[in-house]
């Protein structure tokens, strides 16, 4: 069974930058595709980053293009999302999710996904 563990969130003044980090264990980082979602109160669970198994594609969101960026180190057995410029709006839980499936993993449907970590951008 995959496991995902999310790190790195915290506070941020404007124009500032934070690494999360997703943990996996139970299979390859790169044997599964992988996503970053994000999800404020009220409002609908959005998948702004995705990178396919075996890391030959990477997908963003419009409103984090240029400035957000997904990886992933097989020697760690991590994935990671560099955010900069993180805007107000932008503050939410972001979560790592992985299915072997692309589309259902980036549909929010995906089998494994992390408990979540807080990023808020300071007013």
């Known amino acids: 069974k995959v496991q995902l563990r999310e790190s790195g969130g915290g506070s941020v003044q404007a124009g500032g930058s934070l690494r999360l980090s997703c943990a996996v264990s139970?299979?390859?980082?790169?044997?599964?595709?992988m996503g970053w979602f994000r999800q404020t109160p009220g409002k609908k669970r959005e998948n702004i980053a995705a990178?396919?198994?075996?890391?030959?594609?990477?997908y963003y969101a419009d409103s984090v293009k240029g400035r957000f960026t997904i990886s992933r180190d097989t020697s760690q057995n991590m994935m990671f999302l560099q955010m900069n410029d993180i805007k107000t709006e932008e503050t939410a839980v972001y979560s790592c999710?992985?299915?072997?499936?692309?589309?259902?993993?980036?549909?929010?449907?995906?089998?494994?996904w992390g408990q979540g970590t807080q990023v808020t951008r300071c007013t």
């Open positions: 139970g299979a390859r980082a790169d044997s599964i595709s």
């Open positions: 990178i396919l198994t075996g890391g030959t594609f990477t």
């Open positions: 999710a992985s299915d072997r499936a692309w589309t259902r993993m980036r549909n929010g449907a995906g089998v494994s």
